[in-house]
């Protein structure tokens, strides 16, 4: 039982960050040019190298047995897990991607979209590159210095959670952006972190 909540945490902010994400986008754009399992497949293999890679060197550094250490680093992460939250609620100029960094990341996806190679290694890539930096990269790494003892248990939540977003991208893209608003994904999105961040804080200083 004491793996399956590491398990919980990593797949909820995983999975709910990812819903209307730009990587999650690009997935969609490639589900009428190969099969499902494949495009999933590119998915996991890609969040393996993006999230996993963040939560070892989270569990690296939080493995390290100093007290002092850990009590800081649980504070980062969950003052990391707040201010990711409420930064989402803050209105953005524009919802496009057409400026600065995510302008330069989009298009560097876009032009690893055109190579003619296996997609299962082009959706890795895209996930890859999609997601270092990104907000649910940086929770990855909070979570590997939280739970420096649940490595497997956090990379296989994140994956699932990657997967089965993207899941429901591919089979329910179009149902899913008639009926739910983009905001309410967000702000849904939004709460998660913030939920995260306070109950860490609970743990740390009221129980």
Known sequence: MEYLYPFFIAF???FFSELG???QLLV???STKDKAKNILLGV???TFFSHGLAILFGSQLGSFGNDTFSYYSKLITYASFLLFGIIGFIPKKSNDYSSGKDSTKTSFLEKILS????????IAICIIVGEIGDKTFLASLG???EYPNYKFSLILGSITGMVLSNSFALFFG????????PSFIEFLSNVIFIMFGLIGFANMFVF
Do not use: E, R
Request: hydrophobic content about 55%.
């Open 28 to 30: 969609l754009s490639f």
């Open 115 to 122: 190579i003619k190679i296996n997609y299962i290694i082009i």
């Open 44 to 46: 996991a293999l890609g």
């Open 143 to 145: 979570l590997g210095l």
């Open 12 to 14: 909820m902010l995983v």
């Open 21 to 23: 994400d730009k990587t």
């Open 174 to 181: 179009k149902l899913l952006g008639s009926k739910l608003n």
